[in-house]
């Protein structure tokens, strides 16, 4: 018990270092840029590489772990990313930037796919759950206070690069000094697009929508800050607060949906998405004009509020999606609703960054304003086709962090424990499962 008790511990330390020195060179990397004058839509290629390497890593992922190993293949992956972020600081270059994010990104999924399957070995399945609370609160609260480290020194130098690879390189030794046997990877068959869209669509869209939201958020909201004549204090403290505003959210949100239609929660937070950003449009400026932030304190209000609305979407969305599938097909569905996410969040900062190139930084709170409102009609036009799923139907929300299908392992929803036999990985579109 003790054993298992420290080896999550250590676990989770090492989480936390990855995910406040990937927020950390999130933000870092949209300052640089403007400081640096590359045009708004290249920032949003180089940030949505980051996703496309994402996706990519969790995909090849796995075969590595099962032909190498997870420590060996951790250790890899650290040390491949902990390099590529140096990498920015001495090469500043926008193709090169395109080129060291995508292997971020890559490195990032394989770390965190070694991290996650060791949780699911030493979690037992009476604190699955638990756990799961615990590392949703270890990855929002890290990434939130990795901002703050933006103030350690100028953003126009290689002092805060050589941070980030020194935090990422640190993660590795509790992993690497971990003395528990190598664990088998969580089952993952993703379903079919077609299929998931068919038994849930809401659910689909859902996690679409949070994707193209979230994408743009993380990726351009830093641009937008240093357009809007922030410095680098009152940047870090406006992700901060959109991250402690969503993690505070959470469950919340969770217990609402628990109690009436998700559908319906998911458009209340949607509808405050669209109202919040119109509010951060009304009082930085006029649409189209230079921006100026008068009055910090309400920005700083508003994004925390923002936060708040636009996190939770996700976890409504894959507890909705759960709803409707039979308990056996959790986790290849899950698998499926981050592939969705993944693919939002590729494009979200594409067009984000688009719409501010036509229309100024605001633009970003625009987008923000269309994709919700968007989004809050076709759950809305779903809503007066289909019937809720009735209370007696319905499972319990749990907040679920966007990391990699294999935290569904940890999800007291699934069926599977930990410690059953698991079938090989399947990346989509093999074995003829392509919706």
Known sequence: MRSAFLNISALLIAVAGLNMGLGLQATLLGVRAGIEGFPVLMIGVIMATYYVGYVGGSIVCPRFIANVGHIRTFAAFASMGSVAVLAHGYFVNPWMWVLFRGITGVCFAGMVMVAESWLNRNA???????????????????????????????????????????????????????????????????????????????????????????????????????????GAGAISILIATIVFGGMVMQWPAGWLSDKVDRRKVLVGLLIAVTVIAVAVIVITGQFRNEVTVTAPWMLFV???????SVLPVYGVAVAHANDNLQADQFVAACSTLMLCYGTGAVVGPLVGATTMQIAGPLGLFGYFATIAVISTGFIAYRISVKAPVLDEDKEAFVAVPRTSPVVFGLDPRNEMTPHMDEPEIFPPGENGNTG
């Not at 508003?302 to 708040?308: D, E, K, N, P």
């Open 302 to 308: 508003l994004t925390g509020l923002f936060g708040a």
């Open 124 to 230: 037992r399945t009476s604190v699955r759950g638990s756990v799961l609370a615990t590392y949703m609160v270890v990855t929002l609260g890290s990434t939130a206070l990795g901002q703050f480290l933006l103030n350690v020194s100028e953003p126009g130098g290689t002092a805060l690069f050589v941070l980030v690879s020194a935090v990422i390189s640190l993660s590795l030794v509790p992993v690497a000094l971990s003395t528990t046997p190598a664990p088998p990877l969580a089952p993952i068959r993703p379903m079919g697009v077609g299929r998931l869209f068919r038994a849930s669509p809401v659910g689909a869209v859902g996690c679409f929508t949070s994707g193209l939201l979230n994408g743009a958020l993380w990726s351009l909201t830093s641009v937008y800050a240093l357009g809007s004549g922030l």
